[in-house]
Protein backbone atom coordinates (compact mmCIF):
# COMPACT_ATOMS: atom_id res chain seq x y z
CA UNK A 1 0.00 0.00 0.00
CA UNK A 2 1.40 3.29 -0.89
CA UNK A 3 1.30 5.88 1.87
CA UNK A 4 0.97 9.53 1.48
CA UNK A 5 2.14 12.64 3.83
CA UNK A 6 1.22 15.46 4.10
CA UNK A 7 3.21 17.79 6.31
CA UNK A 8 2.16 20.23 8.44
CA UNK A 9 -1.02 18.47 9.89
CA UNK A 10 -2.00 22.60 10.25
CA UNK A 11 -0.73 25.75 8.20
CA UNK A 12 -1.84 28.86 9.68
CA UNK A 13 -1.57 31.58 6.49
CA UNK A 14 -3.82 35.13 6.68
CA UNK A 15 -5.69 36.21 3.89
CA UNK A 16 -3.96 37.18 0.32
CA UNK A 17 -0.90 35.63 1.30
CA UNK A 18 0.59 32.58 -0.41
CA UNK A 19 0.00 28.98 1.00
CA UNK A 20 2.23 25.99 -0.26
CA UNK A 21 1.04 22.51 0.42
CA UNK A 22 3.35 19.17 0.12
CA UNK A 23 2.39 15.80 -0.24
CA UNK A 24 5.05 12.91 -0.59
CA UNK A 25 4.33 9.36 -1.81
CA UNK A 26 6.16 6.55 -0.68
CA UNK A 27 6.95 5.38 -3.71
CA UNK A 28 6.44 6.38 -7.17
CA UNK A 29 2.58 7.38 -7.99
CA UNK A 30 3.76 8.34 -11.71
CA UNK A 31 1.85 11.93 -11.83
CA UNK A 32 -1.80 10.30 -11.10
CA UNK A 33 -1.96 12.16 -8.07
CA UNK A 34 -5.31 14.24 -7.29
CA UNK A 35 -6.39 17.12 -4.26
CA UNK A 36 -9.14 17.75 -3.12
CA UNK A 37 -10.33 20.58 -0.76
CA UNK A 38 -12.87 18.92 2.43
CA UNK A 39 -15.37 21.56 4.67
CA UNK A 40 -17.23 20.46 7.28
CA UNK A 41 -20.73 19.23 6.33
CA UNK A 42 -20.12 19.48 2.51
CA UNK A 43 -18.34 16.17 0.19
CA UNK A 44 -14.67 16.61 -1.04
CA UNK A 45 -14.49 18.72 -3.88
CA UNK A 46 -11.66 17.94 -6.44
CA UNK A 47 -9.51 20.94 -7.49
CA UNK A 48 -6.17 19.19 -9.40
CA UNK A 49 -6.14 16.12 -11.20
CA UNK A 50 -2.88 14.60 -13.13
CA UNK A 51 -0.74 16.66 -10.73
CA UNK A 52 -1.12 19.69 -12.62
CA UNK A 53 -4.66 19.75 -14.11
CA UNK A 54 -7.13 21.82 -12.67
CA UNK A 55 -10.40 20.54 -12.45
CA UNK A 56 -13.40 22.24 -14.16
CA UNK A 57 -14.30 25.63 -12.41
CA UNK A 58 -11.31 25.34 -9.97
CA UNK A 59 -9.97 29.03 -9.73
CA UNK A 60 -6.32 30.08 -11.51
CA UNK A 61 -4.92 30.54 -7.78
CA UNK A 62 -5.22 26.61 -7.32
CA UNK A 63 -1.81 25.32 -8.90
CA UNK A 64 -0.50 21.46 -8.66
CA UNK A 65 3.05 20.52 -9.54
CA UNK A 66 5.44 17.60 -8.93
CA UNK A 67 5.41 13.77 -10.21
CA UNK A 68 6.62 10.71 -8.78
CA UNK A 69 7.24 11.05 -4.96
CA UNK A 70 7.27 14.62 -4.61
CA UNK A 71 3.82 16.89 -4.60
CA UNK A 72 2.41 20.33 -3.89
CA UNK A 73 -0.67 22.23 -4.54
CA UNK A 74 -0.30 25.84 -3.96
CA UNK A 75 -2.55 28.34 -3.38
CA UNK A 76 -1.74 32.01 -4.09
CA UNK A 77 -3.53 34.44 -2.76
CA UNK A 78 -5.89 32.68 0.27
CA UNK A 79 -9.68 33.86 0.00
CA UNK A 80 -11.68 33.09 2.70
CA UNK A 81 -13.41 30.38 1.42
CA UNK A 82 -9.91 28.66 0.98
CA UNK A 83 -9.65 28.13 4.74
CA UNK A 84 -10.50 24.09 4.80
CA UNK A 85 -8.77 20.94 4.73
CA UNK A 86 -6.69 19.24 1.86
CA UNK A 87 -5.75 15.69 0.71
CA UNK A 88 -3.73 14.62 -1.68
CA UNK A 89 -4.81 10.89 -2.56
CA UNK A 90 -3.09 8.70 -5.12
CA UNK A 91 -4.89 6.98 -8.03
CA UNK A 92 -1.70 5.24 -9.57
CA UNK A 93 -2.00 1.80 -7.67
CA UNK A 94 -4.77 -0.19 -5.64
CA UNK A 95 -5.64 0.62 -2.91
CA UNK A 96 -6.10 3.99 -3.31
CA UNK A 97 -4.89 6.00 -0.50
CA UNK A 98 -5.52 9.81 1.16
CA UNK A 99 -3.01 11.61 2.95
CA UNK A 100 -3.83 12.50 6.43
CA UNK A 101 -4.53 16.12 5.59
CA UNK A 102 -3.65 19.50 5.68
CA UNK A 103 -5.63 21.98 7.89
CA UNK A 104 -5.14 25.94 6.19
CA UNK A 105 -6.26 27.97 9.32
CA UNK A 106 -6.57 31.61 9.62
CA UNK A 107 -3.42 33.29 11.09
CA UNK B 1 -25.01 17.20 -15.41
CA UNK B 2 -23.45 14.06 -13.46
CA UNK B 3 -25.23 14.06 -10.08
CA UNK B 4 -24.98 11.23 -7.34
CA UNK B 5 -27.70 11.19 -4.65
CA UNK B 6 -27.04 8.67 -1.48
CA UNK B 7 -29.80 7.67 0.87
CA UNK B 8 -30.34 9.40 4.43
CA UNK B 9 -28.84 8.94 7.94
CA UNK B 10 -29.00 5.49 9.55
CA UNK B 11 -29.04 5.06 13.01
CA UNK B 12 -28.76 1.34 14.30
CA UNK B 13 -27.78 -0.69 16.74
CA UNK B 14 -24.34 -3.08 16.90
CA UNK B 15 -25.11 -6.32 15.07
CA UNK B 16 -27.70 -4.84 13.01
CA UNK B 17 -27.12 -4.96 8.63
CA UNK B 18 -27.04 -2.00 6.72
CA UNK B 19 -27.62 -0.81 2.66
CA UNK B 20 -26.96 2.21 2.05
CA UNK B 21 -27.40 3.53 -1.58
CA UNK B 22 -25.84 5.84 -4.55
CA UNK B 23 -27.87 6.91 -7.26
CA UNK B 24 -26.64 8.22 -10.51
CA UNK B 25 -27.67 10.67 -12.99
CA UNK B 26 -26.55 12.57 -16.41
CA UNK B 27 -24.30 10.40 -17.23
CA UNK B 28 -24.38 6.63 -18.78
CA UNK B 29 -24.05 4.40 -15.04
CA UNK B 30 -22.70 1.65 -16.44
CA UNK B 31 -19.53 3.19 -17.89
CA UNK B 32 -18.12 4.85 -14.94
CA UNK B 33 -16.39 3.54 -11.97
CA UNK B 34 -18.24 4.26 -8.29
CA UNK B 35 -16.12 3.94 -5.45
CA UNK B 36 -17.18 4.59 -1.49
CA UNK B 37 -15.12 6.96 1.01
CA UNK B 38 -15.55 6.55 4.45
CA UNK B 39 -14.64 9.73 6.53
CA UNK B 40 -14.65 8.49 10.59
CA UNK B 41 -15.67 11.73 13.26
CA UNK B 42 -12.59 14.17 13.50
CA UNK B 43 -10.69 11.91 11.21
CA UNK B 44 -9.89 12.00 7.44
CA UNK B 45 -10.84 10.48 4.16
CA UNK B 46 -10.30 6.38 3.52
CA UNK B 47 -10.76 4.39 0.56
CA UNK B 48 -12.99 1.70 0.72
CA UNK B 49 -13.94 0.22 -2.67
CA UNK B 50 -14.59 0.45 -6.29
CA UNK B 51 -17.65 -1.55 -8.26
CA UNK B 52 -17.46 -1.02 -12.44
CA UNK B 53 -21.06 -1.16 -13.43
CA UNK B 54 -20.60 -2.67 -16.46
CA UNK B 55 -19.33 -5.97 -15.57
CA UNK B 56 -19.65 -5.85 -11.88
CA UNK B 57 -15.67 -5.94 -11.39
CA UNK B 58 -15.21 -4.87 -7.50
CA UNK B 59 -12.18 -4.00 -5.62
CA UNK B 60 -11.66 -3.88 -1.85
CA UNK B 61 -8.83 -1.51 0.07
CA UNK B 62 -7.42 -3.96 2.28
CA UNK B 63 -8.65 -2.55 5.49
CA UNK B 64 -12.14 -3.28 4.30
CA UNK B 65 -12.40 -6.53 2.39
CA UNK B 66 -15.32 -9.04 4.01
CA UNK B 67 -16.38 -6.26 6.33
CA UNK B 68 -18.23 -4.73 3.75
CA UNK B 69 -19.78 -5.79 0.41
CA UNK B 70 -20.29 -3.17 -2.70
CA UNK B 71 -23.16 -4.08 -5.57
CA UNK B 72 -25.25 -2.23 -8.43
CA UNK B 73 -28.39 -2.21 -9.40
CA UNK B 74 -28.08 -1.38 -13.64
CA UNK B 75 -32.22 -1.20 -13.74
CA UNK B 76 -32.34 1.69 -11.67
CA UNK B 77 -28.57 3.66 -12.14
CA UNK B 78 -28.23 2.71 -8.22
CA UNK B 79 -24.42 1.36 -6.14
CA UNK B 80 -24.97 -0.38 -2.54
CA UNK B 81 -22.72 -0.07 0.58
CA UNK B 82 -24.02 -2.76 2.37
CA UNK B 83 -23.17 -4.27 6.38
CA UNK B 84 -23.98 -7.12 7.31
CA UNK B 85 -23.41 -6.90 11.02
CA UNK B 86 -22.82 -3.46 12.52
CA UNK B 87 -20.00 -2.30 14.85
CA UNK B 88 -19.63 0.88 16.33
CA UNK B 89 -16.56 1.74 14.96
CA UNK B 90 -18.64 1.84 11.65
CA UNK B 91 -19.68 5.05 12.77
CA UNK B 92 -18.82 7.78 10.01
CA UNK B 93 -19.82 9.79 7.03
CA UNK B 94 -19.46 7.59 3.82
CA UNK B 95 -19.54 9.12 0.08
CA UNK B 96 -20.23 7.81 -2.95
CA UNK B 97 -18.10 9.02 -5.85
CA UNK B 98 -17.68 8.06 -9.71
CA UNK B 99 -14.85 8.38 -12.23
CA UNK B 100 -14.83 7.79 -15.74
CA UNK B 101 -11.71 5.46 -15.87
CA UNK B 102 -10.16 3.08 -13.31
CA UNK B 103 -7.24 5.31 -13.38
CA UNK B 104 -8.81 8.43 -12.87
CA UNK B 105 -10.00 11.04 -9.80
CA UNK B 106 -13.60 11.53 -8.45
CA UNK B 107 -14.52 14.79 -10.06
CA UNK B 108 -18.14 14.13 -8.83
CA UNK B 109 -19.43 12.77 -5.36
CA UNK B 110 -22.75 11.73 -3.36
CA UNK B 111 -23.57 14.31 -0.37
CA UNK B 112 -22.67 11.77 1.82
CA UNK B 113 -24.44 9.17 4.56
CA UNK B 114 -24.37 9.56 8.42
CA UNK B 115 -23.90 6.27 9.77
CA UNK B 116 -24.52 6.03 13.45
CA UNK B 117 -24.03 3.10 15.44
CA UNK B 118 -24.88 3.01 18.94
CA UNK B 119 -26.20 0.66 21.66
Known amino acids: EIEMTQSPATLSVSPGERATLPCRASQSVSSNLAWYQKKPGQAPRLLIY???TRATGIPARFSGSGSGTEFTLTISSLQSEDFAVYYCHQYNNWPRTFGQGTKVEIK | EVQLVQSGAEVKKPGESLKISCKGSGYSFTTYWIGWVRQMPGKGLEWMGI????????RYSPSFQGQVTISVDNSINTAYLQWSSLKASDTAMYYCATQQQYRAASANWGQGTLVTVSS
Open chain 1, 50 to 52: GAS
Open chain 2, 51 to 58: IYPGDSDT
